[in-house]
């Protein structure tokens, strides 16, 4: 009769957990990072990566400023294959450089300038095999206009927190009303 009475008392513990853990779950599948149904919003870190770009017919490039240097992005528009060989001279408010290759597509150049921010008007001569190009483009190095602090979303870790300790505080409540009425 005890072992009995015991054996129901586990299987509404059950059923009353299990419950709870169904009346759950619509708080855990809620939309998360990346699956919103509304237009995002823009972070706080957009467009962080200073950089220019410039393109013709034949080649793309990417200037990218690291220090006092420029590290230059070398590819066919067409297929974005790296170009290798080339020869790339820069102009920027009378400084010149020649850059030099140091991967397949990737140059560098020392540019003395980079160490004040501003915006530089950037003149890029080309040449590669029988193809020449003049490209031009501007480099803003000037402070991000944006924080590059980026808060993150926690929503979804309090949701579950939040329901998990509200599954826990009825679970107290009703394993405690069960004592009291067993207890009579």
Known sequence: ??????????????KTFLS?????????????????????TPSAATNSIQRATAQS???????????????????RFTDNVPVSGATLELE?????????????????????????????????????????DLLETTLDTNTAKHSSVVTKNNTPVLIILSTS?????LLFFVLRRRRLVTRR
Do not use: C
């Open 20 to 40: 709870l853990l169904l009346l759950s779950v619509p708080f855990l599948l809620q939309a998360h990072e990346g699956h919103e149904d509304t237009a995002p």
């Open 1 to 14: 009769m005890i072992f009995q009475r015991s054996i129901y008392r586990l299987i509404g513990l059950e």
């Open 57 to 75: 017919e034949s080649f793309e490039i990417v200037v990218v400023p690291q220090h006092e240097k420029l590290v230059i992005y070398l590819d």
């Open 92 to 132: 920027s408010d009378g400084w010149q450089g020649k850059a030099k290759e140091i991967h397949t597509g990737t140059y560098t150049v020392a540019a003395p300038f980079l160490a004040k921010p501003g915006q530089y008007s950037l003149l890029i001569t080309l040449t590669q095999e029988d193809q020449s």
């Open 165 to 169: 300790a509200a599954m826990l505080l």
